[in-house]
């Protein structure tokens, strides 16, 4: 297999990349870690006439958190900065988690978290435990900046909510506050070199023993990371047990919409949202009594 010819451009700044994406038009892809793009242009999936680069513009590759505003998530971050940045491990453990449980640890320290969400796959190890979090993306565009929630931002497979020139610059999530925990589980056929089968987002907050407020996301299972209401409803104002756990595991399963393709039936995605719901539920509460 051999690329296809296009050209290729390094931008130096934010402004450049937007005009050249707005005069390249349609034909004209931004590239991250490229481990996305690039298998797609070796396969001949992909025949982008311009790629424009993005891992020259200064600040972008920046991960930042203060206990105000929280953290931020640059557009060029990689993988493998997310996995192990300290105020990430300390203060948001499952999108340490979902970072170090994506692909191996070339594609980490080549691939990254934003390149993750902006690819839109239904399967992407990053967006449930993001989402989970409440967490929204900063969009630069021809009119300026504007953020939009995540769970806004996926529109179908490989589709985002991005409009023509526009460049995702960040990924902003909240600080976590008092009595929140958040968990993410996956599970793939072939371990650490396949894609998620199922993957599951967790967020709970605890008030005493009581769940008072909960997000849970489950990928895999829909055409893009779906939010599991009816699993919510089952756990809010009730004391985590594993009674409830079980039966919020149960309603996520009941609305999950899986389909059977290469890598699982249908029927066993089902089975194991239940059991990941029911695991990230417990790691979740456990966190939150913690905290
Ligand atoms: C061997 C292998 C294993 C993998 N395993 C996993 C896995 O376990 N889990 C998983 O989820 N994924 C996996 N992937 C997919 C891929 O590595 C990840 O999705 C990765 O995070 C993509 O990031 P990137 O920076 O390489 O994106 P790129 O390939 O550079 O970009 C992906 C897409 O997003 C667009 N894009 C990138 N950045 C921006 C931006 N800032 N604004 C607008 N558009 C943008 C690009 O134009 C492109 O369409 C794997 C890939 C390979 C090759």
Do not use: W
């Amino acid at each position: 297999m051999t690329l296809p010819k296009f050209e290729y451009f390094a931008p130096q700044s934010l402004e450049e990349a937007q005009q050249l994406l707005l005069d390249k038009g349609e034909g004209a892809h931004l590239l991250a870690g490229g481990t996305d793009l690039m298998v797609k242009m070796n396969h001949g999936l992909l025949k982008p006439a311009s790629v424009i680069a993005l891992k020259h513009i200064k600040g972008l590759e920046r991960i930042t958190f203060d206990p105000e505003n929280g953290l931020k998530i640059g557009a060029t971050a990689l993988l493998a900065d997310v996995a192990s940045h300290p105020d990430i491990l300390e203060h948001y453990p499952a999108v340490a988690a979902a970072a170090r449980e994506t692909a191996n640890v070339q594609i980490r320290n080549m691939g990254t978290v934003a390149g993750n969400i902006c690819n839109a796959a239904p399967s992407a190890d990053n967006a449930p435990s993001l989402l989970a979090m409440n967490a929204e993306v900063v969009i630069y565009g021809a009119t300026g900046k504007r953020r939009l929630p995540l769970e806004q931002f996926f529109e179908g497979p490989g589709l985002n909510a991005l409009g023509p020139g526009e460049i995702l610059t960040a990924i902003l999530v909240p600080v976590p506050g008092v009595g929140l925990g958040v968990s993410y589980q996956h599970i793939s056929a072939r371990g650490k070199v396949d894609i998620s089968a199922v993957c599951v987002g967790v967020m709970v907050r605890m008030d005493q023993n009581i769940c008072c407020e909960t997000r849970i996301f489950l990928g895999a299972v829909g055409p893009v990371p779906m939010r599991a209401a009816k699993a919510e409803a089952s756990v809010l104002g009730k004391e985590l047990t594993e009674e409830v756990i079980e039966s919020a595991g149960a309603a996520a399963s009941g609305e999950s919409q899986p389909i059977t393709d290469v890598r699982s039936s249908a029927d066993y995605r089902k089975k194991m949202v239940a059991v990941l719901t029911r695991r990230a539920l417990t790691e979740a509460r456990d966190r939150a009594l913690n905290s």
